[in-house]
């Protein structure tokens, strides 16, 4: 079914030529999906905050956009996969877990997806409308119990240097059990923060080299804004 509908996106969008139709109103409370070993499901809330009705479609990826021919799909299953929203409703969705154990020493990290349709009157079937179809994709991380850590203290767990082997750039570990996830860097320099590795994130038990703005020296103070499980974020400061 979802090979379906994405050839229907592909066509509606090549079809589409003249006046423009927009309804990307379906959101979804929160900002990121953590599944807690052990649970039964989680438990999602969808709402369409538009005055008109979306067919929608979740599923969850590894990363890959396309997967590769005969790869194995993800352990996670969306219960219902494709539903019409009404204007101004609700749906509930549940996300379970009935796949193969996956790593107990660290979270491992998928992408929800939630694809909205906006319906068309038929009237307007016959005219030539640019119909968007938004795709929203947010993180799920699978977390197993136990993690080496502290997720609630990421940032104090963090070590930063300069990297050997690359000037301009420093090395961040990440020693824990759970994905950093950097909203970006600042660098004062001169009285000025200047940004840096946006988006960045850091996997469980590794390194990631970030490359700093250009005047960065010993002694520089750097900021690292992480994004903690609410959407908010949280600020590490470092002297290098």
Not at 114 to 134: E, G, H, T, Y
Request: positive net charge; charged residues 15%; glycine residues 6%.
């Amino acid at each position: 079914m979802m090979i379906t509908i994405k050839h229907l996106i592909a066509t509606c969008l090549v079809m589409a030529t003249a006046s423009f139709v927009s309804h990307a109103s379906v959101v979804m409370t929160g900002t990121r999906v953590i599944y807690q070993e052990g649970s039964r499901d989680k438990v999602l809330q969808l709402n369409n905050k538009g005055d008109h009705p979306n067919l929608v479609q979740m599923w969850v990826d590894n990363g890959q956009a396309v997967p590769a021919k005969g790869a194995a799909t993800t352990p996670f299953l969306v219960t219902p996969q494709i539903f019409r929203l009404e204007a101004h409703s609700g749906q509930v969705v549940r996300v379970s877990f009935p796949g193969a154990p996956l790593p107990k020493d660290r979270e491992s990290l998928f992408y929800l997806n939630f694809l909205q349709i906006p319906a068309m009157k038929s009237s307007d079937q016959s005219q030539n409308k640019l119909v968007l179809i938004v795709n929203n994709r947010l993180k799920l991380f699978y977390r197993p119990k136990n993690l080496q850590g502290d997720v609630e203290k990421l940032g104090e767990q963090l070590s930063v240097t300069f990297s050997a082997s690359k000037p301009g750039t420093i090395t961040v570990t990440n020693p824990t059990g759970y994905f950093v996830n950097l909203r970006n860097g600042l660098l004062k320099s001169q009285g000025k923060p200047l940004a840096f590795a946006l988006a960045a994130i850091i996997a469980p038990k590794s390194s990631a080299e970030l490359t700093l703005p250009a005047g960065a020296t010993k002694g520089s103070v750097i900021s690292l804004i992480l994004v903690n499980d609410y959407g908010a974020n949280v600020t590490s400061t470092f002297t290098l």
